[in-house]
């Protein structure tokens, strides 16, 4: 498990979040806001793959006829 | 945008250049253990990230969350447990901490750490995976032959072994760069272990009306005897998309992974391993994964209520049929009609005509489909 720190939201938000979480079944408003920000996060993230391997596979999906 | 993978990470396991020389003259001078080709499979799995984010088999502690929560230790949910099985004397002298090389074929095919050796109790794991201990439901037949101890730890994959279907299987990298490259930014993923049907046909292009595309993902890997072979369903799935589907949104590609037959949990499961091929949205169907009546026909879709966190949409699409009245493919949801103008799909009628040569009518297979079928001598498993 990666390192917690602590931020501040208004308390309008963090009722809402508290709402939110509990309709969508989440454990806690942390899990909730984590989930939500990994869902937004640039889709690349969490891929690691050079230039030189992306041209790798990009040759490979031309060979096959998939692109 | 194409989906994140599963735990934050796509894991990549596999060892390439000169780390990969000398990793391979180690494996020939440490402790070895053979293994079948099944677990082979769940090793690529691992390795090229499809089973992100596990980075080998199983720990005790994350088998056991995983069959009693059917998540992870840190609550990534997870719902079939992955793990490799031995027999105590193959692992005589060893310990944990201990590096062991995996072969398959006589040929060194990964490292393993050992992390844990632990004992199971298949009945229990039995109960729990397939909800079920009869020995007459693959899944469980499966696990009572497997060996009496695990072993835990992480790996690293050395060589894919020779596989006949490489122009065909594409890895969770892959699949996100092609999906990229299309400008796909929501993706519907179909699971298929059969030749497509007009049902199955509906069911996709039903997905499609509101996703860029579309990757149908046949499973390439152990099927139980009478599903159809796996080089049929990939030659019947290329004749349905050069007949009837746009050439620029749909990719077929075959999904190297065993198939268990644990109804719910492996929807679940299912979905998970599309998201880490970069789907946005999972196709749940009847019956998703089951056999036999082991489990409610629509017992899946009831699971995914408790993985609000999955990461993926499933879509639960019904059934789909051919109403005179309607004068097409609809569903309960869709048709107004009764049971005397519907004329259901039965995969039992269509495998019993396919299997004398005959072509099933086109409400419920394509011609084009079912001529490719009916070329192949035997198209089942043995």
Request: net charge negative; hydrophobic share 40%; with cysteine.
């Given at each position: 498990?990666?390192?917690?720190?602590?931020?501040?939201?208004?308390?309008?938000?963090y009722?809402?979040?508290?709402?939110?979480?509990e309709?969508?079944?989440?454990?806690?408003?942390?899990?909730l806001?984590?989930?939500?920000?990994?869902?937004?996060?640039?889709?690349?993230?969490?891929?690691e793959?050079?230039?030189?391997?992306?041209?790798?596979?990009?040759?490979?999906?031309?060979?096959?006829?998939?692109? | 945008?194409?989906?994140?993978?599963?735990?934050?990470r796509?894991?990549?396991?596999?060892?390439?250049?000169?780390?990969?020389?000398?990793?391979?003259?180690?494996?020939?001078?440490?402790?070895r253990?053979?293994?079948?080709?099944?677990?082979?499979?769940?090793?690529?799995?691992i390795a090229?990230?499809?089973?992100s984010?596990?980075?080998g088999?199983?720990?005790?502690?994350?088998?056991?969350?995983?069959?009693?929560?059917?998540?992870l230790?840190?609550?990534?949910?997870?719902?079939?447990p992955?793990?490799?099985?031995?027999?105590?004397?193959?692992?005589?002298?060893?310990?944990?901490?201990?590096?062991?090389?995996?072969?398959?074929?006589?040929?060194?095919?990964?490292?393993?750490?050992?992390?844990?050796?632990?004992?199971w109790?298949?009945?229990?794991?039995?109960?729990?995976?397939?909800?079920?201990?009869?020995?007459?439901?693959?899944g469980?037949?499966?696990?009572?032959?497997?060996?009496?101890?695990?072993?835990?730890?992480?790996?690293?994959?050395?060589?894919?072994?020779?596989?006949?279907?490489?122009?065909?299987?594409?890895?969770?990298?892959?699949?996100?760069?092609?999906?990229?490259e299309?400008?796909?930014?929501?993706?519907?993923?179909?699971?298929?272990?059969?030749?497509?049907?007009?049902?199955?046909?509906?069911?996709?292009?039903?997905?499609?009306?509101?996703?860029?595309?579309?990757l149908?993902?046949?499973?390439?890997?152990?099927?139980?005897?009478?599903?159809?072979?796996?080089?049929?369903?990939?030659?019947?799935?290329?004749?349905?998309?050069?007949?009837?589907?746009?050439?620029?949104?749909?990719?077929?590609?075959?999904?190297?992974?065993?198939?268990?037959?644990?109804?719910p949990?492996?929807a679940?499961?299912h979905?998970?391993?599309?998201?880490?091929f970069?789907?946005?949205?999972f196709?749940?169907?009847?019956?998703?994964?089951?056999?036999?009546?082991?489990?409610?026909?629509?017992?899946?879709?009831?699971?995914?209520?408790?993985?609000?966190?999955?990461?993926?949409?499933?879509?639960?699409?019904?059934?789909?049929?051919y109403?005179?009245?309607?004068?097409?493919?609809?569903?309960?949801?869709?048709?107004p009609?009764?049971?005397?103008?519907?004329?259901?799909?039965?995969?039992?009628?269509?495998?019993?005509?396919?299997?004398?040569?005959?072509?099933?009518?086109?409400?419920?297979?394509?011609?084009?489909?079912?001529?490719?079928?009916?070329?192949?001598?035997?198209?089942?498993?043995?």
């Amino acid at each position: 498990m990666s390192e917690k720190i602590k931020i501040e939201i208004s308390k309008e938000v963090y009722e809402k979040a508290v709402k939110l979480a509990e309709e969508a079944g989440f454990p806690s408003v942390e899990a909730l806001i984590e989930f939500l920000i990994e869902e937004a996060s640039e889709s690349t993230e969490g891929e690691e793959i050079s230039k030189e391997d992306e041209e790798k596979i990009k040759e490979r999906l031309r060979d096959l006829g998939y692109i | 945008m194409v989906n994140r993978p599963h735990g934050g990470r796509l894991v990549n396991r596999v060892v390439k250049g000169r780390r990969k020389e000398a990793l391979l003259e180690e494996a020939l001078e440490i402790p070895r253990i053979s293994i079948s080709y099944e677990r082979v499979i769940d090793l690529l799995d691992i390795a090229h990230g499809a089973f992100s984010p596990l980075e080998g088999f199983l720990v005790q502690e994350d088998y056991l969350h995983v069959l009693h929560d059917m998540r992870l230790h840190d609550d990534t949910p997870w719902t079939i447990p992955i793990i490799l099985d031995v027999d105590p004397d193959e692992i005589v002298g060893l310990k944990e901490g201990d590096d062991i090389a995996l072969f398959y074929d006589d040929k060194p095919i990964a490292l393993m750490k050992i992390e844990e050796v632990y004992g199971w109790d298949k009945k229990i794991h039995s109960q729990l995976v397939y909800k079920t201990t009869d020995v007459n439901h693959p899944g469980v037949a499966k696990t009572m032959e497997r060996k009496e101890l695990l072993i835990g730890g992480r790996i690293d994959l050395l060589n894919d072994p020779p596989n006949r279907f490489s122009d065909i299987v594409l890895w969770p990298i892959e699949t996100r760069v092609l999906f990229r490259e299309k400008g796909w930014r929501t993706i519907a993923a179909f699971q298929t272990r059969n030749v497509p049907h007009r049902g199955h046909e509906y069911v996709q292009k039903a997905a499609l009306t509101f996703t860029d595309g579309l990757l149908i993902h046949p499973l390439l890997g152990w099927k139980k005897k009478g599903d159809y072979k796996d080089e049929v369903i990939i030659r019947a799935y290329k004749a349905l998309i050069e007949h009837y589907y746009p050439k620029n949104v749909v990719v077929l590609t075959g999904l190297m992974m065993n198939m268990h037959y644990a109804g719910p949990r492996e929807a679940i499961h299912h979905a998970i391993v599309r998201k880490n091929f970069g789907a946005t949205h999972f196709i749940v169907g009847r019956d998703h994964a089951g056999v036999g009546n082991y489990y409610g026909p629509y017992e899946a879709w009831e699971l995914f209520n408790e993985f609000p966190d999955l990461g993926i949409t499933p879509l639960f699409i019904r059934e789909a049929f051919y109403c005179r009245k309607c004068g097409g493919m609809v569903t309960e949801k869709t048709c107004p009609h009764t049971d005397q103008d519907r004329l259901k799909i039965s995969g039992t009628r269509i495998r019993a005509m396919l299997r004398k040569g005959e072509i099933p009518p086109e409400h419920m297979m394509r011609p084009e489909v079912a001529k490719v079928i009916i070329e192949f001598e035997n198209p089942f498993v043995e």
